[in-house]
């Protein structure tokens, strides 16, 4: 087994914090710092007149909410408040390995620790 001589020499560390560096980057531009909500006219129209809620597709009663982009600030529809608390920017990132068998994955997959799911090889 290969073990680096320096931390140079660490590839999979390298790679580890070479996309935590870009994650926070993505973190910081999209989620953290989130746009105002726009309104328009035309928006506050649709809004209003909205029978169905854009998440779910059921009717709308006195239970609505203004649902924006928090990335962009633009009105996306009227919504039921449970559906626009559950219809968020996720707090994660999913990353995904393909065809790793023939790899030394496991040198990555210990430094990048978190919940690890795996899809098992199949003769399928």
């Avoid at 590839?11 to 989130?34: D, G, H, M, W």
């Avoid at 009717?59 to 559906?83: E, M, P, S």
Wanted: with cysteine; net charge neutral.
């Amino acid at each position: 087994m290969y073990v680096a001589q320096n931390e140079k020499d660490d590839v999979a560390q390298r790679f580890v914090e070479s996309l935590e560096k870009q994650i926070k980057i993505i973190f910081n531009t999209f989620v953290r710092y989130p746009e105002e909500k726009i309104i328009t006219e035309e928006d506050t129209k649709k809004f209003e007149e909205a029978t169905e809620c854009h998440i779910c597709g059921r009717t709308l009663g006195n239970d609505r909410v203004w649902d924006h982009c928090h990335i962009t600030g633009k009105f996306r529809g009227a919504a039921h408040n449970k559906c626009y608390l559950n219809y968020r920017v996720p707090k994660f990132i999913d990353i995904i390995f393909h065809n790793l068998s023939r790899y030394d994955s496991h040198l990555f997959i210990k430094k990048l620790g978190g919940e690890i799911r795996c899809i098992a090889n199949t003769v399928e």
